[in-house]
């Protein structure tokens, strides 16, 4: 029996923020001596209608970070770790507003391995509470 690439992230598959939060969205994995490829991290929205496509929002391939292919989250989003190979992957999305509401996927391969975890991401409106004054 061989053991290749896991994903060792149990952190809860349900995320809730407010706007203008940032949230860290988990996803650590183990390598094995049977993955010989170049490591390559990807994460992906699947937007919350499922009529439109996925989205590539950041990607981690040949050493090099690039996170410019969804310009709705360009400059909002970051891997957690400034090296992925460490075994963390995990995606930090800055200033949260309503639309970055969806699915997110983040993809580890290393050949022979692949494996991937889905979060929901819920980004509720800000709560604005008034006072009632009576005179």
Not at 19 to 30: D, R, S
Not at 53 to 62: D, L, Q, R, T
Request: glycine content about 6%; proline content about 5%.
């Amino acid at each position: 029996l061989t053991r290749s690439l896991t994903i060792t992230s149990v952190d809860p598959s349900v995320f809730e923020k407010a706007q203008g939060e940032k949230v860290t969205l988990p996803c650590t994995f183990e390598l094995s001596e049977e993955d010989i490829g170049p490591l390559d991290i990807e994460w992906v929205l699947i937007p919350a209608d499922n009529q439109k496509k996925e989205y590539v929002i950041i990607m981690y391939a040949v050493d090099k970070v690039y996170d410019h292919f969804y310009s709705p989250l360009t400059g909002r989003v970051q891997f957690t770790n400034l090296d992925p190979r460490s075994g963390d992957g995990s995606l930090d999305i800055l200033n949260l507003k309503a639309a970055d509401t969806g699915t997110y996927q983040c993809k580890v391969k290393k050949a022979p391995g692949v494996q991937s975890k889905k979060i929901q991401l819920n980004v509720l409106g800000k709560l604005i509470s008034f006072l009632k004054c009576s005179v």
